[in-house]
C-alpha cells in the first residue's frame, strides 16, 4: 500500500469515529464561552487577548493526551494493534500517516480557535493585528508536534492513564513557567514552548516597552530540534516495536518463557516448533522454522 493511499484509508476512517467533530466542536465552544465573557468583562484589551491565548496553551496538553489515547484504543479494539502493525512494509509508515493526519485535525482546531477569536473579539474592542493571530496560529501548530508525537508513544507503549496523566501535569507546568518560576527553565520543558512564545509575540510590555527574554532564541532552537528528535524517535521506536499484545501475550521484558512460546503457537505447529527447539539445543543447529 502506496503512503497516500495510508493517509486517505485513515481520513476515510474519520467519518466512523468523533475525532472529526471534537475537534471541531471544542473550539467552538471555548470562543462561545471566552467572547461572551469578555463581552462584559472590564478588563484590559490585551489582557484579554492574553487570557486567551493562556488558556489554549495550558488546554493543548489534556486535549492531545485524550485524542492520541482514543487514537490507541481504537486501533486495539479493531484488531489489537493489526491495521497499524500489518498494512505496510515499514510499520513506521502507517504510524507516520496516522500522526499527520492527527496534526492536520489539531491545525485545524487551532485555526479556527485562533481565528474565531480574533474575528469576534476585534468586532468588540480593539484587538492585536492580524498578522499577530496568523502568527500565534503557526505557533500553537509548530508547538503542537512535539506533543503529539511523545502522547502517541506514551499512549501506544504505556496506556490512556498515563497519556492524560502526564497531559494533565503539563497543563499545569505551562501555567507555572508563565510565571517567574519558569525563568532560566522553560527552554527545557516543552510543555511551556507555546504559551511562552505566545506571550513574547503578543508583545508583554512594561510602560511601552517589550521584556526581553534571554533564553528566547535557545526555546527556539530546542523547540524546533527536540520536536524534529521526538518525531525521527518516534517512527524508529514503532519500527522495532514488536507488539506482543498482538499475539495475547503480556510484555515484561525481552524473554519469554518456552512454556508461553508453547502455548502462543498453534496446534498444527507445535510439533514442528518442539522440534526445532531440540534440533537447536541438542545439535547446535539454526532455529528455522
Same mark, same amino acid.
Given at each position: 500500500?502506496?503512503?497516500?493511499?495510508?493517509?486517505?484509508? /485513515?481520513?476515510?476512517?474519520?467519518?466512523?469515529?468523533?475525532?472529526?467533530?471534537?475537534?471541531?466542536?471544542?473550539?467552538?465552544?471555548?470562543?462561545?464561552?471566552?467572547?461572551?465573557?469578555?463581552?462584559?468583562?472590564?478588563?484590559?484589551?490585551?489582557?484579554?487577548?492574553?487570557?486567551?491565548?493562556?488558556?489554549?496553551?495550558?488546554?493543548?496538553?489534556?486535549?492531545?493526551?485524550?485524542?492520541?489515547?482514543?487514537?490507541?484504543?481504537?486501533?486495539?479494539?479493531?484488531?489489537?494493534?493489526? #491495521?497499524?502493525?500489518?498494512?505496510?512494509?515499514?510499520?513506521?509508515?502507517?504510524?507516520?500517516?496516522?500522526?499527520?493526519?492527527?496534526?492536520?485535525?489539531?491545525?485545524?482546531?487551532?485555526?479556527?480557535?485562533?481565528?474565531?477569536?480574533?474575528?469576534?473579539?476585534?468586532?468588540?474592542?480593539?484587538?492585536?493585528?492580524?498578522?499577530?493571530?496568523?502568527?500565534?496560529?503557526?505557533?500553537?501548530?509548530?508547538?503542537?508536534?512535539?506533543?503529539?508525537?511523545?502522547?502517541?508513544?506514551?499512549?501506544?507503549?504505556?496506556?490512556?492513564?498515563?497519556?492524560?496523566?502526564?497531559?494533565?501535569?503539563?497543563?499545569?507546568?505551562?501555567?507555572?513557567?508563565?510565571?517567574?518560576?519558569?525563568?532560566?527553565?522553560?527552554?527545557?520543558?516543552?510543555?511551556?514552548?507555546?504559551?511562552?512564545?505566545?506571550?513574547?509575540?503578543?508583545?508583554?510590555?512594561?510602560?511601552?516597552?517589550?521584556?526581553?527574554?534571554?533564553?528566547?532564541?535557545?526555546?527556539?532552537?530546542?523547540?524546533?530540534?527536540?520536536?524534529?528528535?521526538?518525531?525521527?524517535?518516534?517512527?524508529?521506536?514503532?519500527?522495532?516495536?514488536?507488539?506482543?499484545?498482538?499475539?495475547?501475550?503480556?510484555?515484561?521484558?525481552?524473554?519469554?518463557?518456552?512454556?508461553?512460546?508453547?502455548?502462543?503457537?498453534?496446534?498444527?505447529?507445535?510439533?514442528?516448533? /518442539? #522440534?526445532?527447539?531440540? /534440533?537447536?539445543?541438542?545439535?547446535?543447529?539454526?532455529?528455522?522454522?
Amino acid at each position: 500500500m502506496k503512503f497516500k493511499n495510508l493517509l486517505i484509508t /485513515d481520513i476515510m476512517k474519520l467519518k466512523s469515529t468523533p475525532f472529526l467533530w471534537v475537534h471541531l466542536l471544542a473550539p467552538i465552544l471555548a470562543l462561545i464561552v471566552f467572547l461572551s465573557y469578555f463581552s462584559v468583562s472590564t478588563w484590559d484589551p490585551i489582557m484579554k487577548q492574553k487570557t486567551y491565548m493562556t488558556a489554549m496553551c495550558m488546554a493543548f496538553p489534556v486535549l492531545i493526551a485524550v485524542i492520541t489515547s482514543m487514537v490507541a484504543e481504537n486501533e486495539y479494539a479493531a484488531g489489537n494493534y493489526q #491495521n497499524l502493525l500489518g498494512t505496510y512494509d515499514k510499520k513506521w509508515s502507517s504510524l507516520l500517516s496516522k500522526y499527520l493526519v492527527l496534526v492536520a485535525l489539531g491545525g485545524l482546531s487551532t485555526l479556527i480557535g485562533v481565528m474565531g477569536f480574533y474575528l469576534g473579539f476585534s468586532q468588540m474592542t480593539l484587538a492585536l493585528p492580524l498578522i499577530t493571530y496568523v502568527v500565534l496560529t503557526f505557533i500553537l501548530i509548530g508547538c503542537s508536534l512535539f506533543l503529539y508525537a511523545f502522547h502517541l508513544f506514551l499512549s501506544l507503549r504505556f496506556s490512556k492513564s498515563v497519556s492524560i496523566g502526564i497531559g494533565i501535569f503539563e497543563a499545569l507546568i505551562a501555567a507555572l513557567f508563565r510565571t517567574g518560576m519558569g525563568d532560566g527553565r522553560w527552554p527545557f520543558f516543552p510543555c511551556s514552548w507555546s504559551i511562552r512564545f505566545t506571550w513574547f509575540t503578543m508583545m508583554q510590555k512594561n510602560n511601552g516597552m517589550v521584556i526581553p527574554d534571554p533564553l528566547m532564541g535557545q526555546g527556539v532552537a530546542l523547540c524546533v530540534g527536540v520536536t524534529m528528535l521526538s518525531i525521527l524517535m518516534l517512527m524508529v521506536w514503532f519500527e522495532n516495536w514488536e507488539a506482543f499484545n498482538i499475539y495475547g501475550i503480556a510484555y515484561n521484558g525481552i524473554y519469554i518463557s518456552l512454556e508461553l512460546t508453547r502455548k502462543s503457537v498453534l496446534p498444527e505447529y507445535r510439533e514442528k516448533l /518442539d #522440534n526445532a527447539l531440540h /534440533d537447536l539445543i541438542a545439535q547446535n543447529g539454526n532455529y528455522n522454522i
